[in-house]
């Protein structure tokens, strides 16, 4: 197992990859000099990527779409083999470059058959669940994921119809109830709702725990007037903030496309959910963490809840500190030597109190 020191901490991890129809691996992952991780609770950042020798014994137990891959050690996390390419370059070395996805990702290559899923005033965690279930009953569709804490407290309703993408549909009524859903190293599915979760102790001081801070703009996605589309049995609509008239920034608007939307009802409130979400233009933050810090104190997750203190700045945003939200924790990993890591995280800020 690997060992990265970084001042008085240390980290284990030790990848390893073995068959996906295998509780554990066959075989560690040894000849690399670095890799990268990533974890999050949304479908888009979640993988890991390896450049392994082609001769190395690891190489012989690739085999696409089929194998998986474990993060042993402190962090454990298992990951789907996604995509593989081999390089044969001119100093005559033979390296296999892999891409291993979360389990979560897998369910963008997964769509509902007959009978679609309905569901009116039923726990966000039950809905995926039930979706989940709906896809592994297929013929060659188990996955093994089984069902751990899915109570959320949270209720929505939804009506998929067949072929509609799991993992999309998923990941919009995630947006829409603020909930978070992840398949752990076990393959067990938890669910949780964001506003049950408790701000980490330690807040992220630039200077002391972390090395850089960079805002991204707000002003881009910004919107307070949204126009909607539904499928053919409704009639598109606007959602219009009410102050646009007095807005000191004038009119910006957006749209957003529904086809599966078949009541006007969810029609209105996806265009509704929309402008509050756009009206509020709140900034996403990227942080790279004093690696030390990480390992020993906040070892922050996606999902996790954090005070940021931003340096005062004529430009910057007034205190009080924004309270973010976890989206993504990075890493990138070097095993020479003591080995080195290096942590980053991408927050979204939440709406003040």
Not at 84 to 101: E, I, L, M, P, T
Not at 120 to 142: E, L
Request: aromatic share 8%; with cysteine; glycine share 10%.
């Amino acid at each position: 197992m690997a060992r990265i020191i970084a001042g008085d901490q240390s980290f284990n991890i030790e990848p390893s990859i073995g068959p996906s129809s295998g509780s554990t691996p066959i075989q560690p992952v040894t000849s690399f000099g670095s890799a990268t991780a990533s974890l999050a609770v949304t479908l888009a950042g979640a993988s890991v990527t390896l450049v392994v020798l082609g001769g190395a014994p690891e190489a012989a137990v690739v085999d696409e779409l089929v194998t998986d891959l474990w993060l042993l050690g402190d962090f454990p996390m298992r990951y789907r083999l996604w995509a593989v390419w081999q390089d044969f370059d001119s100093q005559g070395d033979d390296r296999v470059s892999f891409q291993a996805v979360t389990y979560e990702r897998l369910m963008n290559r997964r769509l509902f058959g007959a009978g679609g899923l309905l569901a009116s005033a039923v726990d966000v965690g039950t809905i995926v669940w039930d979706a989940i279930q709906h896809t592994q009953a297929k013929p060659g569709g188990d996955l093994g994921i089984t069902a751990g804490n899915i109570v959320t407290g949270v209720t929505t309703s939804v009506d998929w119809l067949p072929g509609q993408n799991i993992g999309s549909v998923l990941e919009e009524m995630m947006n829409a109830t603020n909930c978070y859903w992840v398949i752990d190293s076990e393959l067990q599915l938890h669910v949780y709702s964001r506003d049950a979760a408790v701000p980490i102790v330690e807040p992220l001081m630039w200077g002391i725990n972390v090395h850089e801070m960079q805002r991204a703009s707000a002003g881009v996605g910004f919107a307070n007037s949204v126009f909607a589309s539904g499928s053919a049995a409704t009639v598109p609509v606007f959602s219009t903030h009410p102050d646009i008239a007095t807005d000191p920034r004038g009119l910006w608007e957006t749209a957003i496309a529904r086809p599966n939307d078949f009541t006007q009802a969810y029609l209105q409130e996806a265009a509704d959910g929309e402008l509050a979400i756009s009206y509020l233009g709140l900034s996403h933050w990227n942080v790279t963490y004093v690696t030390e810090h990480w390992i020993g104190a906040s070892r922050i997750s996606p999902g996790d809840r954090a005070v940021l203190v931003v340096p005062s700045s004529l430009a910057g945003p007034a205190s009080p500190p924004p309270t973010v939200n976890v989206e993504c924790v990075s890493m990138t990993m070097s095993f020479t030597g003591d080995g080195a890591l290096e942590v980053g995280a991408v927050f979204n800020e939440l709406p003040a109190d």
